[in-house]
């Protein structure tokens, strides 16, 4: 039996090993995994402050398509605009965040023997009318990315604001909320995935 990669399990667990755990286990069972209130209340306060802070500052860029040398800017793909995280430098909040992140591969790797050595990870910004058209993460020479992970930092998101991620199944298709705290999994070789255009700021 195949899996269905829209067949979405909306979990509560509070124990953080168990957390990491569950989301393992979904993940190996239909290819991705919604967890709302991934991040508390708290937290997610935390995490949308720093980003709040880095966006301000101008630092934030266009992010492009395409991999090393190939990389470019399309906005006719995709537009949004990016701030990668460098793990030596972190903050205390990122600090906390990787912390949560390592949880999760090693239960990824412990339940599923992905072999993950390292998470890289972004802030990401969608402006009014941003988007990014259907793709896959992994790129088509480079076997790198294996599981993808979203961690919504919206405040108050409504349905008008847009934004949703659209996660494809063939002729079938799943739209996920972008609501704050809640993180979606998938693997990054099987899921294609869109953002649906934005009618607000989307983070």
Not at 61 to 74: F, L, M, S, V, Y
Not at 168 to 183: A, C, E, K
């Amino acid at each position: 039996m195949s899996k269905s990669k829209v067949c979405v399990t909306y979990a509560f667990v509070y124990n953080p090993w168990m957390i990491a755990k569950t989301i393992a286990a979904q993940l190996g069972k239909t290819g991705v995994c919604v967890w709302p209130n991934y991040l508390s209340k708290d937290f997610l306060r935390k995490i949308r402050r720093d980003l709040d802070q880095i966006h301000h500052s101008g630092v934030f860029e266009p992010a492009g398509t395409g991999q090393g040398k190939g990389n470019d800017i399309h906005a006719e793909i995709r537009r949004d605009e990016i701030h990668w995280l460098d793990r030596i430098d972190a903050n205390a909040a990122q600090t906390q965040l990787w912390k949560k992140l390592d949880a999760l591969k090693q239960a990824l790797n412990r339940n599923l023997f992905l072999g993950i050595s390292s998470f890289e990870g972004h802030y990401a910004a969608f402006a009014k009318g941003g988007f990014y058209h259907r793709h896959l993460d992994s790129f088509r020479n480079d076997d790198a990315r294996i599981v993808s992970l979203v961690l919504y930092l919206n405040k108050n998101w409504q349905a008008a604001d847009g934004g949703r991620l659209r996660i494809h199944d063939n002729d079938s298709h799943i739209d996920i909320d972008p609501v704050g705290g809640t993180m979606v999994c998938f693997m990054s070789r099987e899921s294609e995935h869109e953002v649906l255009e934005s009618h607000a700021n989307r983070f």
